[in-house]
């Protein structure tokens, strides 16, 4: 094993790890590192008024902009990535689906979804089947981006169907859907459906 250099701090892979986005709790290495050095990574990143995040319960921990001034401002260093409209319904889903296994499911500890689950539970978005059909077609692609973001992990690939793919829901959506902003989100998506 090689030596650490001396200057270099024993959680830096982790702060460069964290500034790349959110850690989950079965990245174990990083994760064990993000425990142990929660208080010194709590004050490095305070220094460029980021706040490190760790929720030990639902396994996750991220980085959150602090502001610099009354008014709100931040620095900037965090970006937050605009979610498309199929996406946006895609997460409003999923965090709505989260929130009421958490409800409902005492002995269970992760939900897991397939394909054609989530499918079965888009009804409400689409008026027109053709805008159905589109996103239905697209769906792959989408559960891709939530994997790429953190939100889903593939955990069983069958050779038959994709339909059939498990995917666990990770609770880091919880962070980036909080409760209020899923009500809000879900009011938007329904406001634009009305319009249409």
Known sequence: MDTPQPNIAPYARSAV???????SD???????????????????????ALEVVIDKRDGYAYLKQM???????????????????????????????????EAGDLETANLYITPRE????????????ANEMKFIRELNRHLDECVRMG????????SSSP????????????????????????QQLEDELKSL
Not at 163 to 186: H, M
């Open 17 to 23: 790890k964290l500034l790349q986005g959110p850690i």
């Open 26 to 48: 079965d990245q174990s290495d990083l994760w064990i590192e993000i425990i142990r050095y929660q208080i010194e990574l709590s004050q490095y990143f305070e220094k460029i």
């Open 67 to 101: 502001p610099i001034d009354e008014s709100g401002t931040t620095l900037g260093l965090v970006r937050r990535m605009p979610l498309s409209y199929d996406l946006s319904i895609v997460c409003v889903l999923l965090r709505e689906w989260l929130l009421e296994f």
């Open 118 to 129: 989530f499918r079965n539970r888009i009804d409400l978005f689409f008026k027109e089947k």
């Open 151 to 158: 939100f889903l992990k593939l955990v069983h690939k069958t």
């Open 163 to 186: 339909d059939e793919y498990r995917y666990e829901v990770k609770r880091i959506l919880k962070a980036r859907i909080t409760n209020d902003e899923l009500a809000a989100l879900k």
